[in-house]
């Protein structure tokens, strides 16, 4: 069976400084991934996938994640965070199925980002 | 991006009661998805509507407990029957849109059962 970890519960950053958020993955064959960000009270919003060629994905709100075969890692990454990036976020894998696609979630990771 | 809705926002019910959860999405989709989000936790899918058919649900998750609707492309429903506090979670619909790789979702009904 898939499966999505999340290994931090919970990242603290200052703001301004690098913003990391972790995610590796355990399927067979070559999964989609996904980034997911939910603020209080609000549905999920997209933040980028991976499907192939390049490992560095470029999503909204500048963030990117890179994708690494070998570790079966999909980190998320942003430069610089700002008070605004403190969110739930979800990392996903969806295996692509002719009965129909189906998104496996990591347990999610809260971002707090302090001024 | 796709534009989904559903109503209710939020809900409070009774013990025993069903609630049904409407979604609404912008564009004539294959793909409609409904999940479970239990309060501290992360997403699990019901189950797959799909429209003209039954919808296909995911293990640990039954028609009668969660009858789903789709009676068109842009339109599905979800009810949670005979409901009690286990239930209380966000709902939330999703769709595929424009890039059927890609699942969207709507804002998510919050559902308190007393």
């Known amino acids: 069976a898939q499966s999505v970890a999340q290994p931090e519960d919970q990242v603290n950053v200052a703001e301004g400084n690098p913003l990391t958020v972790k995610c590796t993955y355990s399927v067979s064959g070559n999964p989609y991934l996904f980034w997911y960000v939910q603020y209080p009270n609000r549905g999920l919003q997209f933040l980028l996938k991976y499907i192939t060629g390049d490992n560095l994905v470029k999503g909204s709100y500048g963030f990117e994640a890179e994708f690494n075969k070998s570790q079966t890692s999909f980190h998320l990454k942003k430069p610089s965070a700002l008070v605004s990036d403190s969110a739930l976020y979800f990392c996903a894998a969806e295996m692509i199925k002719a009965a129909g696609n189906k998104l496996t979630f990591g347990g999610g990771t809260r971002v707090l980002v302090k001024p | 991006s796709a534009v989904i809705s559903q109503k209710p926002s939020r809900d409070i019910c009774q013990r025993g009661t069903s609630l049904t959860i409407q979604c609404q999405v912008d564009?004539?989709?294959?793909?409609m998805f409904w999940y479970r989000q239990q309060p501290g936790q992360s997403l699990t899918l019901i189950a797959t509507a799909n429209q003209g058919s039954e919808a296909t649900y995911e293990s640990g998750f039954v028609i009668d407990k969660f009858p789903i609707s789709r009676p068109n492309l842009t339109f599905s429903t979800l009810t949670v029957s005979n409901m009690s506090p286990e239930d209380s979670s966000i709902y939330l619909c999703s769709q595929t849109g424009a890039s059927p790789d890609t699942q969207y979702f709507g804002p998510g009904t919050r559902l308190t059962v007393l």
């Open positions: 564009s004539q989709v294959t793909m």
